[in-house]
């Protein structure tokens, strides 16, 4: 199948069924079908987006990113989509060793959205008609797994232009601990920077409401307080104002984690 053709292939699956408005706000998971796979044995993950968390919901644009996967002895391994549907892009991940892993993937290119007289669209400011405001998104994503003994690969940075890094292992948290977490923007702490936590089962009294939402110290560090076993979604994000872009207004910066804490 020719280059193009495939592309809009793809493209037609990750706009099925979205509205340009909702896909430049929605928050970016990667889950596996465990956390806690045995040794030497397949696991599948789903790299999706949305509102509805801990679900395959609908397709990030994956033109955009690549998935990786760190093993304990940090060797980086590229991974490759296995399928793509509307719901998600999915791809098998193989584990090997005891020890902590990372499935990760970041914006290789940023995404950028301009809202207009007559809406959200696709495009810098440079490109689109009646601008009221531009952005500039770049994401991350990072999920754990646990194959026997944890091991402290769950705090080497990978590189992001945005990264959340753990302080503590999630996979040793027990119900009520306090996990602190890194923001590092272009390898640097970020201060201020927006947390928030979010539990499967979950259900929000208002829509952007969570469980647990705190910002960063001046070292770059949250500490969020997680009641309950499960899975979690972290989040974090980090926007400043670029008065005289032509492309964009303001550049948004968010970090996600994914993980799940034994009962």
Same mark, same amino acid.
């Given at each position: 199948?020719?280059?193009?053709?495939?592309?809009?292939?793809?493209?037609?699956f /990750?706009?099925?069924?979205?509205?340009?408005?909702?896909?430049?706000?929605?928050?970016?998971?990667i889950?596996p079908?465990?956390?806690?796979p045995?040794e030497?044995?397949m696991?599948g993950?789903?790299?999706?987006s !949305?509102?509805s $968390?801990?679900?395959?919901?609908?397709?990030?644009?994956?033109?955009k990113?690549?998935? #990786?996967?760190?093993? =304990?002895e940090?060797?980086?391994? =590229?991974? @490759?989509?296995s399928?793509?549907?509307?719901? @998600?892009?999915?791809?098998?991940?193989p584990?090997?060793?005891?020890?902590?892993y /990372? /499935?990760?993937?970041?914006s290789?290119?940023?995404? $950028?959205?301009?809202?207009?007289?007559? !809406?959200?669209?696709?495009e =810098?400011k440079?490109? %689109?008609?009646?601008?009221?405001? !531009?952005?500039k998104?770049v994401?991350?994503?990072?999920?754990?797994?646990?194959?026997?003994?944890?091991?402290?690969?769950?705090?080497?940075?990978?590189?992001?232009?945005?990264? /959340?890094?753990?302080?503590?292992?999630? %996979? @040793?948290?027990?119900?009520?601990?306090s996990?602190p977490?890194?923001?590092?923007y272009?390898g640097?702490p970020?201060?201020?920077a927006?947390v928030?936590?979010?539990?499967?089962?979950?259900?929000?009294?208002?829509?952007?409401?969570?469980?647990? #939402?705190?910002k960063?110290?001046?070292n770059?560090? @949250?500490?969020?307080?997680l009641?309950r076993? !499960?899975?979690w979604?972290?989040?974090a994000?980090y926007?400043f104002?670029?008065?005289?872009?032509?492309?964009?207004? $303001?550049e #948004? $910066?968010?970090?996600?984690?994914?993980f799940?804490?034994?009962?």
């Amino acid at each position: 199948m020719p280059k193009r053709k495939l592309r809009l292939l793809i493209l037609s699956f /990750i706009f099925f069924g979205s509205t340009a408005s909702s896909a430049l706000a929605h928050d970016y998971w990667i889950i596996p079908d465990t956390f806690h796979p045995p040794e030497n044995s397949m696991v599948g993950v789903a790299f999706s987006s !949305g509102h509805s $968390y801990f679900g395959s919901v609908e397709t990030p644009d994956i033109t955009k990113y690549r998935l #990786n996967l760190l093993t =304990p002895e940090g060797w980086e391994l =590229p991974l @490759a989509y296995s399928r793509v549907d509307p719901k @998600a892009a999915r791809a098998m991940v193989p584990v090997f060793g005891h020890g902590t892993y /990372i /499935i990760g993937t970041s914006s290789i290119r940023p995404s $950028y959205w301009s809202k207009t007289t007559e !809406g959200w669209v696709p495009e =810098p400011k440079s490109r %689109a008609k009646n601008v009221v405001e !531009g952005g500039k998104y770049v994401k991350s994503v990072k999920t754990f797994l646990t194959v026997g003994n944890a091991s402290d690969s769950y705090k080497r940075i990978l590189g992001y232009k945005i990264e /959340i890094v753990p302080q503590k292992n999630p %996979a @040793a948290l027990k119900p009520g601990h306090s996990l602190p977490l890194l923001v590092l923007y272009r390898g640097r702490p970020v201060r201020d920077a927006t947390v928030f936590a979010v539990y499967e089962g979950y259900k929000p009294a208002e829509k952007g409401t969570y469980p647990v #939402n705190t910002k960063t110290d001046m070292n770059g560090i @949250a500490r969020l307080r997680l009641n309950r076993p !499960g899975k979690w979604l972290i989040g974090a994000k980090y926007q400043f104002d670029t008065p005289g872009n032509p492309n964009a207004d $303001y550049e #948004n $910066y968010r970090a996600y984690i994914m993980f799940e804490i034994k009962k």
